[in-house]
Nanobody, 123 residues
Framework: VQLQASGGGLVQAGGSLRLSCAASGRTFSRYGMGWFRQAPGKEREFVAT????????MYADSVKGRFTISRDNAKNTVYLQMNSLKPEDTAVYYCAANPTVWATQAIQQYDYWGQGTLVTVSS
């Protein structure tokens, strides 16, 4: 599966952005999906994950209550709605697919990655 992330940009603290990740192929619904981010000088970290049916969703503690992950299997797309953004949310955001139907925080289980989209939050 090929992934294309979009929706990043520059926003002021307290603002919102919605990231999208479009997947190619007809088997999108067979993949668990995740969002990760990587800030300058830091390791890539887990943000959110969603199972194939959206029945299982998990968030990093740092974004819980502010970010919402969702998916539309008919459109082969996963979303990340980001509200109440903080400067520390500044990073390149990556969507990823793992070849199970489950939600997982484990980065090593993701085999397919998008190219990343930059989110910059100014104070």
């Amino acid at each position: 599966v090929q992934l294309q992330a979009s929706g990043g940009g520059l926003v002021q603290a307290g603002g919102s952005l919605r990231l999208s990740c479009a997947a190619s192929g007809r088997t999108f619904s067979r993949y668990g999906m995740g969002w990760f981010r990587q800030a300058p000088g830091k390791e890539r970290e887990f943000v959110a994950t969603i199972s194939w049916s959206a029945g299982r969703i998990m968030y990093a503690d740092s974004v819980k209550g502010r970010f919402t992950i969702s998916r539309d299997n008919a459109k082969n797309t996963v979303y990340l709605q980001m509200n109440s953004l903080k400067p520390e949310d500044t990073a390149v955001y990556y969507c990823a697919a793992n070849p199970t139907v489950w939600a997982t925080q484990a980065i090593q289980q993701y085999d397919y990655w998008g190219q990343g989209t930059l989110v910059t939050v100014s104070s």
